[in-house]
């Protein structure tokens, strides 16, 4: 293809993002397209079907775990004293479960399980995402993105034919999500009968710029009857109240049916300068705690965040057959699950040791932070370790580096409107999953479509809105 029909195809798939909102928030009145890539990465039907199985089956786990009590409070408490924000955690997980009666809000357990394919071992999980586990959205409009390019622009497809005009994989993240949380939003609503719309509330934080994304969802729940409203802690304290039946009530909207956070993992989440808190963000955490006191839809619920931690994935990567009996897993399951998860190690007095005796890049090194910038890699563990307080070690693990295998072949890449070409692009690949109540809340058992992120294997930092990853998607190789 000529240098002068890839820029004619860049330019015309910067406009195409634009038209279908795929893109950040630059301003109050002005946004920049999503980095993506101009051509799918490729995987086998057998390992995609894999990820998809391992995906439902770790949200059947990660329910159950989410619904254990005292196997949360035994697997958090030893890292609350070197991560404050667990601490509060676990405290506000107390309030909410401290009766003999189960808080009467509705679980709804929206999930993306990231796996990467190591070069080794195959694909294993990264890490759950429980809480803001978002751009599934955007996971879809850049699958048609590529089914667009590949129709107006097939020459962008041709740098290597054997796969390039494969079957693209469909990827209908938009419906299978809406669609889970309209079937929970829709219990709730039946249960209470009330006059007036079925009402949505998503939780967001201050000053986001990550809003397209979510406003696709919002607009796909709208068009399916559904009223939805967007407010930040901050803005809602206060404005909650109790109606008849546990029926939680929003000031000036009324009734809410379902509560979707796309807020509330970091501390940032709930302060508020203009409260006058005995501790950092105390008011408006006390305001998530009000909310799962209600009859209603909640995506993350506070066990739902805590056991899709770092800490509860490394507890389950140690885990034995009894142990996931336990949690309902039969054994093809357990194995299945036991299959994807990957080697994880708690801090320890010797760990410094452990490190140094394997090859640098043997290990990455995480705390329990979400999103980008909690992970630590090569010198930069041992110069961590060394500086850790005892307090502290609960609160990391080292699980084993996975060096992913890379694209077959060289790629383009669009970011802020310019091409750049990368030899050496690899995936991370997002399953989302749905369950109501414990039960799948999609019509494929709880699939609910996929995200795939790529970026150059020298950047550590892989996320789209927070590091060097950009939007992708998927084709069948065979």
């Given at each position: 293809m000529s240098s002068f029909d890839i820029q004619k195809a860049k330019d015309d798939a910067v406009e195409w993002a634009l038209t279908h909102g795929v893109a950040f928030k630059e301003s109050l009145y002005s946004a920049v397209h999503t980095p993506f890539t101009l051509?799918?990465?490729?995987?086998?039907?057998?390992?995609?079907q894999h990820l998809k199985s391992a995906a439902q089956t770790l949200s059947k786990l990660i329910y159950a775990v989410s619904e254990d009590h005292g196997f949360l409070h035994d697997a958090i408490h030893p890292i609350t004293a070197g991560d404050p924000f667990f601490s509060a955690l676990l405290s506000m997980h107390q309030?909410?479960?401290?009766?003999?009666?189960k808080p009467p809000r509705l679980p709804l357990l929206i999930m993306r399980s990231d796996f990467m394919d190591d070069q080794r071992d195959g694909h294993k999980l990264i890490e759950f995402n429980g809480i803001a586990a978002g751009m599934g959205p955007f996971g879809q409009r850049i699958h048609e993105l590529h089914r667009y390019l590949q129709r107006q622009w097939p020459a962008a497809y041709m740098q290597e034919p054997h796969q390039a005009m494969g079957e693209l994989v469909s990827n209908h993240a938009i419906e299978g999500l809406s669609a889970g949380i309209a079937e929970a939003t829709f219990k709730i609503k039946r249960e209470f009968g009330d006059p007036g719309p079925a009402r949505f509330l998503m939780i967001v934080q201050e000053h986001e710029n990550n809003v397209f994304d979510q406003h696709l969802l919002e607009l796909a729940l709208q068009r399916k009857g559904i009223e939805t409203q967007r407010r930040t802690f901050r803005e809602l304290h206060n404005q909650l109240s109790t109606g008849a039946n546990n029926r939680l009530l929003l000031d000036g909207v009324g009734s809410l049916d379902t509560v979707y956070l796309r807020a509330g993992y970091q501390y940032s989440d709930y302060e508020a300068t203009d409260l006058k808190e005995q501790r950092c963000c105390q008011a408006l955490m006390a305001t998530r705690v009000v909310i799962e006191r209600h009859r209603v839809a909640v995506n993350a619920t506070v066990a739902q965040q805590l056991a899709t931690s770092k800490r509860v994935q490394m507890l389950l990567s140690r885990l034995g057959e009894e142990g996931f009996a336990a949690f309902g897993l039969t054994p093809q399951e357990a194995d299945t699950v036991r299959g994807v998860l990957g080697e994880m190690h708690p801090v320890t007095p010797d760990s410094l040791h452990f490190v140094k005796a394997a090859p640098s890049n043997s290990w990455v090194l995480k705390n329990q932070g979400e999103g980008g910038g909690h992970c630590l890699f090569g010198a930069d563990i041992l110069a961590k370790l060394e500086t850790l307080e005892p307090r502290q070690y609960q609160a990391w693990s080292l699980?084993?580096?996975?060096?992913?295998?890379?694209?077959?072949?060289?790629?383009?890449?669009v970011r802020k409107g310019e091409l750049h070409r990368v030899t050496d692009l690899i995936s991370e690949l997002g399953m989302f999953t749905v369950q109501i109540d414990g039960n799948p809340g999609c019509a494929e058992q709880s699939f609910a479509g996929y995200l795939i992120?790529?970026?150059?294997?020298g950047s550590t930092e892989g996320g789209v809105h927070s590091g060097q990853g950009v939007l992708d998607s998927l084709v069948f190789s065979d």
């Open positions: 051509a799918p990465t490729p995987i086998s039907q057998r390992d995609y309030q909410i479960h401290s009766s003999a009666t699980m084993g580096r996975l060096h992913p295998v890379p694209r077959p072949m060289s790629a383009w890449i992120r790529s970026k150059s294997a």
